[in-house]
């Protein structure tokens, strides 16, 4: 994860993504023009009953704060079921011009809530590598969560951080949390958003800056959160910078992965993910490793029969892990679902 490299070649190859400077893969390209018929829904989200299963909390489950508000008039979002349909460009959060894709099933409704996953792609990457290579599109259809993928903050033709991310230049960090604050709040305003189901991912740079995140107070809202070859640390990259975890009221529950010992690109991600495993365990959260032997590449997931998605876990992980549990629990405490790889355990 050095100043220059990308994700694309031997390092990443598995997270290849180096042809993505923030436009739509061109993959997808083919589906931009007509936005999904039906997809955005700019009214007051329906307040009748909720999903069962999905919104009411258990006995005795705690609550999550309220959703964040937005400075002034938030603009109309858009969001569809493919990323060219769901791109937003222009969002002013922090005195910034933002993009991002929001994507939404392609029956969405207003009646229903619906789980928001919030994903930060790696270094050199885009929105487009996130949503191709975790299968996200599909993943919003079959799961039926709302996803928000960002595209790092550019200062004309280039980045503001080195890293794509502010885990180093924490100074700029405020900025970042912001743009999670104001797209919460005007999501929430536009569309049908269960707050017992906040969610957050994010892949190498990507999880680096999610690993930051939960030491924040946003992750007061976030029901569980998933580090790729993310973690905690400190690494001298040019400049010394260091990850330190912060003890949290909100036990949320975790799912780190990464690449055992050969896991490292300018950062040693297995030392790190050990940390951020360690300092998770020890201040009472629920923590679920996957340590495959692949390196810094996608994690090897099995293949699902019958057109099932690839990471079927990792969404299965969002879906079963509402905001509140009990501390230091999971309904993973049996056994893990069939959709895990045999390498992934429930950390005692």
Same mark, same amino acid.
């Given at each position: 994860?050095?100043? #220059?490299?990308?994700?694309?070649? $031997?390092?990443?190859?598995?997270?290849?993504?180096?042809? @993505? /400077? %923030? !436009? &739509? *893969? +061109?993959?997808?390209? #083919?589906?931009?023009?007509?936005? $999904?018929?039906?997809?955005?829904?700019?009214?007051?989200? @329906? /307040? %009748? !009953? &909720? *999903? +069962?299963?999905?919104?009411?909390?258990?006995?005795?489950?705690?609550?999550?704060?309220?959703?964040?508000?937005?400075?002034?008039?938030?603009?109309?979002?858009?969001?569809?079921?493919?990323?060219?349909?769901?791109?937003?460009?222009?969002?002013?959060?922090?005195?910034?011009?933002?993009?991002?894709?929001?994507?939404?099933?392609?029956?969405?409704?207003?009646?229903?809530?619906?789980?928001?996953?919030?994903?930060?792609?790696?270094?050199?990457?885009?929105?487009?590598?996130?949503?191709?290579?975790?299968?996200?599109?599909?993943?919003?259809?079959?799961?039926?969560?709302?996803?928000?993928?960002?595209?790092?903050?550019?200062?004309?033709?280039?980045?503001?951080?080195?890293?794509?991310?502010?885990?180093?230049?924490?100074?700029?960090?405020?900025?970042?949390?912001?743009?999670?604050?104001?797209?919460?709040?005007?999501?929430?305003?536009?569309?049908?958003?269960?707050?017992?189901?906040?969610?957050?991912?994010?892949?190498?740079?990507?999880?680096?800056?999610?690993?930051?995140?939960?030491?924040?107070?946003?992750?007061?809202?976030?029901?569980?959160?998933?580090?790729?070859?993310?973690?905690?640390?400190?690494?001298?990259?040019?400049?010394?910078?260091?990850?330190?975890?912060?003890?949290?009221?909100?036990?949320?529950?975790?799912?780190?992965?990464?690449?055992?010992?050969?896991?490292?690109?300018?950062?040693?991600?297995?030392?790190?993910?050990?940390?951020?495993?360690?300092?998770?365990?020890?201040?009472?959260?629920?923590?679920?490793?996957?340590?495959?032997?692949?390196?810094?590449?996608?994690?090897?997931?099995?293949?699902?029969?019958?057109?099932?998605?690839?990471?079927?876990?990792?969404?299965?992980?969002?879906?079963?892990?509402?905001?509140?549990?009990?501390?230091?629990?999971?309904?993973?405490?049996?056994?893990?679902?069939?959709?895990?790889?045999?390498?992934?355990?429930?950390?005692?």
């Amino acid at each position: 994860m050095a100043t #220059g490299s990308t994700d694309a070649g $031997d390092p990443d190859s598995g997270i290849t993504a180096a042809s @993505d /400077s %923030g !436009t &739509p *893969d +061109a993959a997808l390209d #083919g589906d931009a023009g007509t936005p $999904d018929a039906g997809a955005v829904d700019s009214g007051t989200p @329906d /307040s %009748g !009953t &909720p *999903d +069962a299963g999905m919104t009411t909390p258990d006995a005795g489950r705690r609550l999550p704060p309220p959703l964040p508000t937005y400075a002034g008039t938030c603009p109309t979002l858009v969001a569809g079921s493919t990323q060219a349909t769901g791109r937003n460009t222009g969002f002013m959060s922090a005195g910034d011009s933002r993009e991002f894709v929001v994507l939404i099933p392609p029956n969405y409704t207003s009646t229903k809530r619906y789980p928001v996953i919030w994903g930060y792609h790696w270094l050199n990457a885009s929105a487009g590598s996130v949503i191709r290579d975790a299968e996200l599109e599909e993943a919003v259809r079959q799961y039926e969560f709302i996803a928000v993928v960002p595209e790092n903050l550019m200062n004309g033709s280039t980045k503001a951080y080195s890293f794509d991310w502010p885990f180093v230049e924490v100074m700029n960090a405020p900025k970042e949390l912001q743009l999670f604050d104001d797209v919460l709040a005007c999501l929430n305003q536009q569309y049908s958003v269960d707050p017992n189901h906040l969610h957050v991912f994010g892949a190498s740079a990507g999880g680096l800056w999610t690993t930051y995140l939960s030491t924040t107070d946003k992750v007061d809202r976030v029901a569980s959160l998933l580090s790729i070859s993310g973690g905690l640390g400190e690494v001298t990259l040019g400049i010394t910078w260091e990850i330190a975890w912060v003890p949290k009221p909100n036990k949320f529950p975790a799912m780190v992965v990464w690449g055992g010992s050969t896991d490292w690109l300018g950062v040693n991600f297995d030392v790190a993910s050990r940390a951020y495993r360690d300092a998770l365990r020890a201040d009472n959260h629920a923590v679920i490793t996957c340590m495959h032997t692949e390196g810094h590449k996608i994690p090897p997931f099995p293949e699902q029969a019958d057109g099932g998605l690839k990471f079927a876990g990792f969404w299965d992980f969002f879906r079963d892990h509402p905001y509140g549990l009990p501390p230091g629990t999971t309904p993973y405490a049996g056994g893990l679902p069939a959709s895990f790889p045999g390498y992934c355990q429930v950390v005692p």
